[in-house]
């Protein structure tokens, strides 16, 4: 139902927020060597920046992942970073559900010579997909936090999937 789409898509940002509330500027920006020399804000502005394109492309029914502002800034300030995140979530409220029935197109580089740049999807399969996404990332800033000394919830960066069958086998 697409109503769990943003409904989850809005939980993830507000995780996000909660997370970034309580990390200073110098933890948040610092770089770690066994992550590839990235950091936790590297990450955040990643998974934002796909919000970005999402949110942009649904006026013009197509989006486009790889133009994507890649603002510096939301990687080392958590301030900024969290003005982002709150005009996110703001920006998928404003979304309507009745808007999620229509088809749109999709560019993202896959690292391979594309033969049609752009494909056929849908809102919700976006919306599917930015969750996918985000909480994948989302596993890493746990890892890179846990790696500095940080305390994690439990849930953060770990797959619905995944909650639902550990819950299931508990």
Same mark, same amino acid.
């Given at each position: 139902?697409?109503? @769990?789409?943003?409904?989850?898509?809005? =939980? !993830?940002?507000?995780?996000? @927020?909660?997370l970034? $509330?309580?990390?200073? #500027?110098?933890? !948040?920006?610092?770089?770690?060597? %066994?992550?590839?020399?990235?950091?936790?804000?590297?990450?955040i502005?990643?998974?934002? %920046?796909? !919000? #970005?394109?999402?949110?942009?492309?649904?006026? @013009?029914?197509?989006? #486009? !992942?790889?133009?994507?502002?890649?603002?510096?800034? @939301?990687?080392?300030?958590?301030?900024?970073?969290?003005?982002?995140?709150?005009?996110?979530?703001?920006?998928?409220?404003?979304v309507?559900? #009745?808007?999620?029935?229509? $088809?749109?197109?999709?560019?993202? %580089?896959?690292?391979?010579?594309?033969? $049609?740049?752009?494909?056929?999807?849908?809102?919700?399969?976006?919306?599917?997909?930015?969750?996918?996404?985000?909480?994948?990332?989302?596993?890493?800033?746990?890892?890179?936090?846990? =790696?500095?000394?940080?305390?994690?919830? =439990? %849930?953060?960066?770990?797959?619905?999937?995944?909650?639902?069958?550990?819950?299931?086998?508990?």
């Amino acid at each position: 139902m697409p109503n @769990t789409f943003l409904k989850a898509n809005l =939980s !993830y940002l507000a995780q996000a @927020t909660s997370l970034i $509330e309580g990390l200073n #500027d110098v933890c !948040y920006a610092k770089k770690i060597e %066994d992550f590839h020399g990235a950091c936790v804000g590297a990450h955040i502005r990643h998974c934002l %920046d796909h !919000y #970005d394109s999402f949110l942009k492309g649904l006026s @013009t029914g197509q989006i #486009d !992942y790889d133009a994507r502002p890649r603002n510096a800034a @939301t990687e080392i300030n958590t301030q900024t970073a969290l003005e982002r995140l709150h005009a996110l979530q703001a920006g998928l409220k404003e979304v309507h559900l #009745d808007s999620l029935k229509g $088809e749109l197109l999709v560019k993202m %580089d896959c690292g391979v010579e594309a033969t $049609e740049p752009w494909v056929p999807s849908s809102i919700s399969r976006e919306l599917q997909f930015l969750v996918s996404h985000t909480v994948h990332h989302f596993a890493i800033v746990a890892a890179m936090l846990k =790696s500095m000394g940080h305390t994690m919830p =439990s %849930d953060f960066g770990v797959a619905p999937s995944t909650i639902a069958h550990q819950a299931a086998a508990s």
